[in-house]
């Protein structure tokens, strides 16, 4: 199959699959215990924290292992929130949006008539996992701090596709999922700043620092480190794979799709609509041709109420939402593969 999800989900490199198996054979063991066998498994643990903490410009200390992205997510949206109004946008991840009992959203554009001094917290995400739209966190992090509410940042489609530095950013917590970076799909994280009140959401241990009660696998968490050492060889692939998503982009656009772009984007996805065409058939019928994409979040994969990352974007043109295709990229993906993806949309697209 020709694989174009890796917003989704990423590939397991060799070496992360070999340093998972490492630890299933050598960590399996409960990692608070105080024994050798429970060493090893903090040992693991502890490796991958010091190796993102590194990544990212922070203290280790300051890093909250989780079990994925969705998790990382909700612990930072309702741990600083702690019921209190949450400023996010309807473009946002579910896992941001539905985590905020009471919200007020808006397009980020307008974070600043819209922000009132009794807001608890300001979330939102670095890049949009449908578009790829880059965010200016940068301004968010500095109206915040000037308005003295909390920012947090959903960074899980940012890591691997931008250099992420928590120490000049000036967000108050930020979220990462391994998933979307070469590790595995149950490893995440999530940076708070130094003396920030954080409220479990997991409770029932002293782990994490008391932040996220329960053991953690330590395999999952051993991959997810693997995958850290290809950081900077998936940064270094950004430029190559522009010019791969590009290509990928005029042959939409020449079978009659529109982009459904924003100006600053990743290089690893485009986002077009194929009028006339609802989002799950065209999936449907590009994976029965070898083809894996998506209409959007892999997560509302089979609803057919449409992108709501499209609805908000493209308020006039409801069409579009209904009729999105997302194709994104990530190293494993070769000029073969764009050119047989092309091939296989070509035939899908004439054909009807
Ligand atoms: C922007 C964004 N936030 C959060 C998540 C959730 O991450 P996970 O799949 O690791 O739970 C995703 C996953 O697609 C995402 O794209």
Known sequence: VIYLDHHAATPLSERVQAAIADAHREAWANASSAHAAGRAARARIEHTRRALATHLNVQPADLVLTAGGTEACNLGVQGLARGGRVVTAATEHPAVLEAAHDRAVILPDALEELLQPEDALVALQWVNHETGAIAPVEQYARICRERGVPLFVDACQALGKLPVDLASLGASAVAFGASK??????????????????????????????????????????????????????????????????RLEHACLALGAVANHPHARVATVTNVSFQGWRSEILVAALDVEGLCASAGAACSSGVTTGSPVLAALYPHEPWRAHSALRLSLGPETTEEDVVRAIAVLTKVIRRA
Not at 196 to 208: A, C, D, K, T
Not at 219 to 246: H, I, M, N, S, Y
């Open 181 to 246: 970076l070469g590790g595995p799909a149950s490893a995440g994280a999530l940076w708070v700043e130094r003396g920030r009140q954080l409220e479990p959401r997991i409770v029932g241990g002293p782990q994490e620092r008391g932040r996220r009660a329960g053991t953690l696998d330590a395999a999952a968490v051993a991959g997810f480190g693997a995958a850290l050492e290809a950081l900077p060889t998936r940064l270094a692939d950004q430029a190559r794979l522009a010019t791969l998503r590009d």
